[in-house]
């Protein structure tokens, strides 16, 4: 397993397009979640799904957002009519549910917002 | 809403010295994690600790949960150019739930 992998790495969007970013988790993680992180900042929790279930969301995740996980497995993060507020590293991690569970981080993808 | 303070902000070391970071929380976590993040990549999982009072180490890295469940330092020792990156904690409530990650310890190495 090559662990959490993201695509693309990299997007750069203009202001009022729609832009999709997908997440494939360690095959044999249950829980997948969704960060976003900004210049000089730690990661700000966005929504989490376990198997296909999406179990939070924060209010960081606006309207414009959407998330998905349909077959339980890989997961897309949708962003619609982007704003120039929405430039940041999205990340996306993976995990067990169980005891002494840790979250794996895959590459992230940096949008930019022109 | 919950807030980790993370201290400090930055440290310029000399390569070979020890490294001390630490995190204070305003609420009580279970779970305790440290993460290194190079530019332009996701955070890389360093220690994960699980107990109130426990100390654990990986390598020149050792991490220790506070008893309150409210604070958590990283220790790096021995220094080597490697180690430069942000370092992060990052508290979690109950197993598999959100992280609350800290603002970073950016930690500069000279050779």
């Known amino acids: 397993d090559t662990g959490v992998s993201q695509n693309p790495r990299h997007k750069i969007t203009k202001r009022g397009q729609n832009v999709t970013f997908r997440c494939d988790p360690i095959?044999?993680?249950?829980?997948l979640y969704w960060y976003r992180q900004t210049l000089g900042q730690g990661p700000e929790f966005l929504t989490y799904f376990q198997n296909e279930a999406q179990l939070e969301k924060s209010r960081l995740l606006s309207d414009r957002f959407s998330a998905e996980r349909p077959k339980g497995s890989f997961s897309t993060l949708e962003i619609q009519r982007t704003e120039q507020g929405d430039s940041a590293m999205y990340l996306c991690a993976s995990s067990f549910w169980g005891v002494n569970t840790e979250a794996f981080f895959g590459q992230g993808t940096r949008l930019t917002v022109v | 809403g919950q807030q980790l303070n993370q201290s400090p902000q930055s440290m310029f070391i000399q390569e070979g010295e020890d490294v001390s970071m630490n995190c204070t929380s305003s609420s009580i976590f279970n779970t305790w994690l440290w993460y290194k993040q190079d530019p332009g990549e996701g955070p890389v999982l360093l220690i994960a600790?699980?107990?109130?009072?426990e100390l654990t180490s990986n390598g020149r890295l050792t991490a220790q949960f506070g008893i309150t469940r409210k604070d958590s330092f990283l220790n790096i020792s021995a220094s080597i150019p490697s180690d430069v990156g942000i370092y992060f904690c990052a508290g979690q409530e109950t197993s598999g739930s959100r992280l609350t990650f800290g603002e970073g310890t950016q930690l500069t190495v000279n050779p």
């Open positions: 600790l699980y107990k109130a009072g």
């Open positions: 095959s044999e993680h249950n829980r």
